[in-house]
């Protein structure tokens, strides 16, 4: 998306910040909105979709995840390692510095977060009509 837009080919596109945040910065591309429901403390100032289209949540995560099967002490442990590290003020600044914004889920958490996200999403592609090709 980038490449067509520094250009000026596109006039607008939807990615995740920590790749945006560089060229919002810069003055490269100008931030609209955010797409998740609070605003981000890399850009207070750019408000969120939730603030004109109520309930409005579109917000992308990332997770570390562990082949099927893997033994539940050993899921629990890289949960428990993983959450801590989050906790490392090194960590916490890169994160602060790319834009994103870090959070820790028991793996009962992550689990139901997920489901919740597919029903989210089906429900999404389901009104929308769209049909696997």
């Known amino acids: 998306m980038m490449v067509d837009m520094l250009p000026g080919r596109i006039q607008a596109g939807v990615d995740a910040l920590p790749n945006q945040l560089p060229h919002v910065k810069s003055g490269a591309v100008r931030a609209l909105a955010i797409m998740s429901t609070a605003r981000t403390p890399a850009l207070p100032e750019v408000p969120t979709l939730a603030e004109v289209i109520p309930s409005f949540d579109v917000s992308g995560w990332?997770?570390?995840a562990a082949p099927h099967g893997t033994p539940e002490p050993i899921v629990e442990r890289l949960n428990r390692e993983i959450n801590a590290g989050l906790d490392d003020a090194g960590v916490r600044k890169r994160f602060d510095e790319v834009g994103a914004v870090p959070f820790k889920l028991t793996t009962a958490a992550a689990r139901d977060?997920?489901?919740?996200?597919i029903e989210k999403w089906a429900t999404v592609v389901k009104g929308a009509g769209i049909e696997p090709q």
């Open 62 to 64: 990332t997770g570390v």
């Open 113 to 117: 977060r997920i489901a919740k996200d």
